[in-house]
């Protein structure tokens, strides 16, 4: 049996600062393959207290580097898995970008698609902050990037096995 829970933002927001410009020892460090912004969102969201869905080939994720779900790292999969996710671990909706609100995931994209995650820490006058990985950076004002598309996601919270 399922139950569903919510997710803390106080943590997810508390490690995003902690983590911002290190790297925990516990997780493996992307940047050199790909990125790291997907892995270290993951991470917030476990902080916050997600359950891992250990589901082979498309649950969420992390055990080591070779023993990882491809939503643990990659920009596509997460967003996937989070939109579709019925079973155990984070799950999520779709929100407009001026309905975003801290604990919330932005992901940018261009004409290929999906390249970059990353975590509203703050809003400030209506003005989301981020915090990221790969280009590390803490509470910056998403209005400094410059991107073509913008993925908006809201987890609404997570499941666990009871």
Known sequence: MLETYSLDTGKM???????????????????E???????????????????MNYTPDTGWYYIA????????????????FVLNNRGAGPFGSLVRL??????????????SGFYH?????????GIPYVTAHTYNVYNKPLA????EN??????????RYV
Request: glycine share 8%.
């Open 13 to 31: 927001i508390d490690y995003a600062a902690k983590w911002a410009y290190s790297y925990n020892p516990d997780f493996y460090d992307f940047t």
């Open 33 to 51: 393959l790909g990125g790291d912004c997907t892995n270290f969102i993951s991470q917030c969201v476990y902080a916050g207290g997600a359950v």
């Open 65 to 80: 580097l070779s023993e990882r779900a491809a939503a643990w790292t990659g920009v596509e999969f997460f967003a996937r």
């Open 98 to 111: 001026r309905e975003l609100r801290a604990g919330d995931v932005v992901q940018l994209g261009d004409r």
């Open 117 to 125: 995650s990353l975590l509203v820490t703050d809003i400030l006058y």
């Open 144 to 147: 400094a990037y410059s991107y």
């Open 150 to 159: 913008i993925r908006c996601i809201r987890l609404n919270g997570a499941r």
